[in-house]
């Protein structure tokens, strides 16, 4: 071991260095094999198998009987579970020191999600909170973020936008400091920017697509309203998808010239009509099929205009988030409702949520274990170990159960 | 918009498609502006903003002065923040529906962390939870595995390691089905793979790196049991690291020591040897310097083994799992105190927490606004969304205030 005698504690981050991580020729390697599995399913599976393993299993899944015999190897003593005194365990919450919030530019000054993205940064207790947003065509930074930014209390601004802005947050440069995590939406280069610095260990709110929304709406629907929703979504920009799911035909036909008709009104109108060729009208035959569909499209929005909206949230399964009834539009959650606009989309709503304030904190664990504690839990800890073959973590038991023994 | 009429549920999974994203290209693009700003700093931020933006902002960042004239920019109806009655907000936790366990197999049969991944995705809920873990040289998949997934209910078990584990669970095969997210430690093959599968959208419970101890000890602790303790976590691979801060002198000779005996005890002393390596003994003049060293590390496993270890708790910002006194050994929570032994390493206990029930649930928010809520909310919800230039956004609020004055 390395002995260092009251280091300088400028060499600290030196010594916090850990042992060097494999390189390029790595991913390349893994990237071939992810692909073949991609394309060739169990046929590549049984060779990458054979070629790294040198074994072939069998059958890829194991039996039922062999899974049920598997019991006669297990010696008793390692199958007895236990539960005990004297060991007292914990977690806490604790704020993410470092965070950066990207505001995109752009077509728009987006201060909502300054306001998103700022407000559960502050509740969530993060020590710095920085922001990155590009200047508009006269080199400034809208006021409205600014503005909004100083209501929050947040003073380190950067005018700085795309891949580069992700970069100088991850890395840090000498004017722009570096954070452990980064929230907000952007560009296809600001999306990429941050999938690539994952690799590093900076980590990101969730990735990104572009927004969208699934209406499911029946013969009680306002067809204004629900064109008005899907055309909400639908202005965001050329890529955005709209959805409207229907158990009525009359409601398809109605919607489809509200929409039609809203279109041609909106001063975003060329960017609607780009995203509504993505854009579908679905009849289905029941509510519980439409419910069916939205869970496997997952989509980031849900707006559920049916009578007795409440009486399906229970079938809900993905879905960033829900909005019930004829006056619940998507807008309202955007701005002032109370819910966050920064939602899982691309189908990402089967396995992640929208940012919060816990996507602010991380949970530490803490313990404490007693000489009662470690008596009781220690001869199982101790065969469990050596069960795994790790003697060394049954060892740091048997000292300390020794020490109790010389008492 | 597409209208689709009745379709049949084969084909619901491609209406579900998303339009398509960007590819190859825009990888190579921003990777080459990330490693110029990982490089230049500050020179290269200036130069893309620039090229992409066409505008190069006089400073980064945003001087106070400027942030100060914003307000005179703002209209006071913007201004006025608000809240309101008539509009119902609400959280739920989702189990994620489909999950996939790797279980490294390698030297030894790591049925401790089937149990820590199979319990948490359990008490979720998760509706359907797979498992890959490499064969034994036998061919067969080691028993104690089975009977641990048995005992947890787990009845689906493939029989595959590596990277193409990873990948079959990720798109899945014709025998081994896709998950939405996956859990659990592996080498650096199945590490890449985890990393890469994330570009598609699949989840991980964090990233990975070499397992890692810190341990913190005054003149008090024994040096037996601060020996052992490096050595456990030592053990586990060559690329581990463990680390003990002392302000003591003699702790820190007596440790080197018990270090230097202990380990010729070990059956995995080679592994342990090469550790000890990348490992160091540090000597540093407080109790509280020994802290902020361990925060600016932020260890997978840290013990604190001075005397009123709990005096020290508040302070720690960064770390995986905590154990406090001298008899709470890392084992323990390896094994059998509680906590989970899935944690952040590699100095991502910055911004990642370790595995827990959370991990596999998602937060869907639901809201309902009435009549009420849409009068009072929605006059704000239409400035917000005039000034963000979403006219769209604006137009599904102001549908509904009109339809409420017919009334």
Redesign the interface.
Known sequence: ???????EEES??E??L??G??GKD??T???S??SR??SE??K??YY??GK???????????S?E?????????PQSLKNA?T?KG?R?W?KS?A??KVGLYIPGG??????TLLMLGIPAKLAGCGEIIVCT??G?????N?????T??LLGI??????????????M???????PEV??IFGPGN??VT??K?????D???IDM?A??S?VLVIADDNA?A??VA??L??????GP?S??IMLTTSNIT?EKV?SE?DK?VQ????KDI?LKA??????????TIDDCID?SN???PEHLIINICD??SV?GM?????????????????????????HTLPT?????????V?T?SFL??????????E??RN?GP??EL??E??????????????LK?LKND
Chains 1, 2 share one sequence.
Not at 231 to 236: D, G, P, R, V
């Open positions: 071991m390395n002995i260092i005698m009251l280091p600290w981050k010594l916090c850990r042992p991580l494999p790595l991913e390697v893994v990237k094999i992810i599995v991609k399913g169990d590549a599976v990458f198998s790294f393993d040198g074994v072939v299993p069998e059958n890829l899944k194991v039922y062999e899974i049920l015999k598997s019991e006669a190897h297990i236990i005990t060991v365990c977690r604790v993410i020191e077509s728009a000054p987006l201060f909502s590009p200047q065509k006269d080199g400034k930074v006021p409205l973020i600014l503005y930014a100083h003073a380190d601004i950067f005018s700085v936008g795309g891949a580069q802005a992700i970069a100088a991850a890395y840090g440069t000498e004017t722009i452990y995590k296809q280069y990429k920017a999938e690539l610095i994952q690799h260990g900076i980590a990735p697509g572009p969208e306002s204004e309203f008005a929703d055309l909400s979504q639908a202005e965001h890529d998808q709209v398809l489809k929409v809203q009104l909106l001063p975003r609607a509504l060729e993505n854009s579908r009208l679905i009849l289905l035959p569909f496997l499209y997952a909206a409440n949230t809900i399964k993905n879905a960033g988030s829900v909005f019930l009834g004829s006056f619940s539009c998507e807008s309202a959650g955007d701005y002032a409702s109370g819910t966050n691309n189908g990402f709503a089967k396995n992640y949520s929208g919060s816990e991380k949970k530490i664990t803490f313990q404490e274990i007693n000489a504690g470690i839990l199982s800890i469990m170990a069960a795994e073959s790790l003697s060394g973590h049954m060892n740091a038991v048997s000292v300390r020490s």
